[in-house]
């Protein structure tokens, strides 16, 4: 896996101009846990790299030119799949994040993640949605078109094939 890691390291390093393969070598050999994470994010399609430093942690994220193929087709969280009587998903986006030790993207996240290349101009990706809105049945995604970053709204329970989920780890 770090071999792996160490190549996309190296080939994309307008992502991570400041950060050393050493240092980021040094700190997976100490987090066994993100490791497993990180693999599970390569399994399912993020082509996970670094994407800069965030204080101390080292920030990893699903770098798949579009939403990880196997993270598709989900609704935003478990209560959403709950309550969706007909046709549910197989699971829920959050659920999937939590299970798996990685955090869904902020908007903020996703739209850094934008200034570093041309991500989801054929997809879109759930977000990281706040609590007024969830509240209200609603979730929030993410899609590049035109150039442009786009936000958008939907019901939290829907779901699509070309809708899934960018994570974002701290390691």
């Known amino acids: 896996m770090t071999e792996l890691l160490k190549t996309r390291f190296e080939q994309n390093m307008r992502r991570h101009p400041n950060v050393r393969w050493e240092d980021v070598e040094a700190r ?3 987090a066994p846990e993100a490791v497993k994470s990180l693999l599970w994010m390569e399994e399912t399609g993020g082509e996970p790299d670094v994407i800069g430093c965030d204080g101390e ?9 579009e939403t990880p ?5 989900l609704c935003y969280d478990e209560p959403a799949l709950h309550s969706r009587k007909k046709n549910p998903p197989s699971g829920s986006a959050m659920e999937q994040a939590d299970r798996h030790g990685v955090s869904m993207m902020t908007e903020e996240q996703y739209r850094y993640l934008q200034t570093l290349g041309s991500f989801d101009c054929k997809t879109s990706s759930w977000i990281r ?3 007024d809105i969830r509240d209200l049945g609603g ?3 993410c899609e ?3 150039g442009k970053v786009f936000v958008f709204h939907n019901g ?3 779901y699509y094939g070309v ?3 960018r994570g974002i780890l701290c390691v």
């Open 28 to 30: 997976l050999l100490s």
């Open 57 to 65: 942690q080292i920030l990893f994220a699903d770098c798949s030119p």
């Open 69 to 73: 193929a196997g993270r598709r087709s």
């Open 129 to 131: 949605t706040p609590e």
């Open 139 to 141: 979730a929030l995604f």
């Open 144 to 146: 590049r078109r035109y």
């Open 156 to 158: 939290a329970d829907s």
């Open 163 to 165: 809708r899934g989920w």
